[in-house]
Nanobody, 114 residues
C-alpha cells in the first residue's frame, strides 16, 4: 500500500505564502498522478492541483497564477507552492496519489486570515 505524509500547513495573513509537501512511501511503483485536494467546512472536497508522472500539471481555476505544483518522481514527493493566499483558500489540504485507486494523506490545515 501507499502511505502519504503532508507537511507545511499553518496560519498566514492574506497575501502571504505557504509551501506544502507530500512524501509517498510503501508500494510506490505505478503511481500515475500526485496532487492536492482541499476541503473547507460545509463544502465538498475539490481538486486544487495535480501533476502526472510525465510532468503534466493541472490547476483549479481559482488558484491559477497563484499556486504552483511540482513533483520529484525519484523522491516520490509533490510540492504545492501557494502564493498570494486569500481567506477563501482556508481549508484542510489533502495529498493524494493515484494508482488503481486514490490514496490519501491525513491532511494539513491551511488558515488564511484577513
Amino acid at each position: 500500500q501507499v502511505q502519504l505524509v503532508e507537511s507545511g500547513g499553518g496560519l498566514v495573513q492574506a497575501g502571504g505564502s505557504l509551501r506544502l509537501s507530500c512524501s509517498a512511501s510503501g508500494s510506490i511503483f505505478g503511481i500515475r498522478v500526485m496532487g492536492w485536494y482541499r476541503q473547507a467546512p460545509g463544502k465538498q472536497r475539490e481538486l486544487v492541483a495535480d501533476v502526472t508522472s510525465g510532468g503534466t500539471t493541472n490547476y483549479a481555476d481559482s488558484v491559477k497564477g497563484r499556486f504552483t505544483i511540482s513533483r520529484d518522481n525519484a523522491k516520490n514527493t509533490v510540492i504545492l507552492q501557494m502564493n498570494s493566499l486569500k481567506p477563501e483558500d482556508t481549508a484542510v489540504y489533502y495529498c493524494y496519489a493515484l494508482k488503481w485507486t486514490n490514496y490519501w494523506g491525513q491532511g494539513t490545515q491551511v488558515t488564511v486570515s484577513s
